[in-house]
């Protein structure tokens, strides 16, 4: 049975722990319905109505464009009238490979009435490409998908964030359907809802986080698991969504643009930054990380 962890005791050693594929492609939804028309997180506040649709299209191109110039290919699923935050990709699901090879994906209970008929049309997409489709309902958890889970890289263990949009009885089910160790981190800060929010990771060693976001137990956690784990500036974080920043090979990292102190370290430690412009995606309170979905290697 894969184990929970909530502190440090008994995590198991990085080096202990089974490899894993990083992933190789990506999942996009095109935002063609995507409007603020609700508010369901801080970031929302005051913005309804107010996206410049032609500006966000241009935006989202040039973030798929981004991820295949660096060699992941980019599978597009239309966006559905109605479903205005179904371009935020990284929620509805959280696919993964097997022990056996099998491609599987288990869908969300999305927290929100609004997003909850998201998840179906994932459902569909994944099915008709060879995943087996896992349905958690009896009973329902809310749990978020990669908005609130982590993998470490290449690594077999796993971050998931708790307390707003995932809740902590999601924890113990993913680490068994998935067969691995999970990893909980509480989350405190409404603005960080979800832990891609408040957590980007970068590589193995590294990774940036903003400390109010999480308790003295997630703090501890962190710095036991990151030996180069960075502090950003919580400006950055709340204004220019710099931990919703995403590496998908540990050698790049892809950022909404203006985040200067964060992209000075980033640059001294040898990482490219691609700095891109996700500021209509913002007024809902996601940027780079939230609008992908990292599809994993099948073998």
């Not at 492609?25 to 913005?47: A, C, F, Q, S």
């Not at 309804?48 to 032609?54: P, R």
């Not at 087996?132 to 958890?141: E, G, K, L, M, Y």
């Amino acid at each position: 049975m894969s184990s929970v962890h909530l502190n440090v005791d008994n995590i198991p050693q990085i080096d202990s722990v089974d490899d894993r594929d990083l992933e190789t492609g990506v999942l996009m939804v095109r935002p063609t319905h995507y409007d603020v028309v609700y508010e369901i997180n801080p970031h929302m506040k005051g913005n309804i109505g107010s996206v410049d649709v032609q500006k966000a299209m241009a935006q989202w191109c040039l973030l798929k464009e981004t991820y295949e110039y660096l060699g992941f290919p980019v599978c597009v699923l239309e966006g559905v009238k109605g479903l205005p935050d179904m371009v935020f990709t990284a929620n509805q699901t959280f696919p993964f490979v097997n022990v056996d090879g099998t491609p599987q994906v288990i869908l969300s209970k999305m927290a929100s009435a609004y997003r909850q008929d998201e998840v179906e049309y994932f459902a569909e997409w994944y099915a008709q490409n060879g995943y087996s489709v896992i349905r958690h309902v009896d009973p329902p958890i809310e749990f978020e998908g990669m908005g609130d889970a982590i993998w470490h890289p290449g690594k077999m263990i796993l971050y998931i964030g708790y307390g707003f949009r995932t809740q902590k009885g999601a924890l113990q089910r993913a680490a068994d359907c998935i067969g691995c160790d999970v990893v909980g981190l509480e989350l405190v800060d409404p603005h960080f809802y979800h832990l891609d929010t408040a957590l980007s990771v970068i590589d193995q060693h590294t990774a940036l986080y903003v400390p109010s976001a999480f308790t003295e137990t997630g703090i501890e956690i962190l710095q036991h698991q990151f030996s180069n784990l960075i502090v950003v500036p919580l400006l950055e974080a709340k204004e220019g969504f710099v931990t919703n920043g995403h590496s998908p090979d540990g050698k790049h990292f892809i950022v909404h643009n203006g985040n200067t102190e964060t992209v000075h370290h980033l640059q001294n430690l040898g990482i490219t930054v691609i700095e891109v412009n996700t500021s209509e995606f913002m007024k809902s309170g996601g940027s780079v990380f939230c609008m992908k979905m990292m599809l994993p290697k099948i073998k």
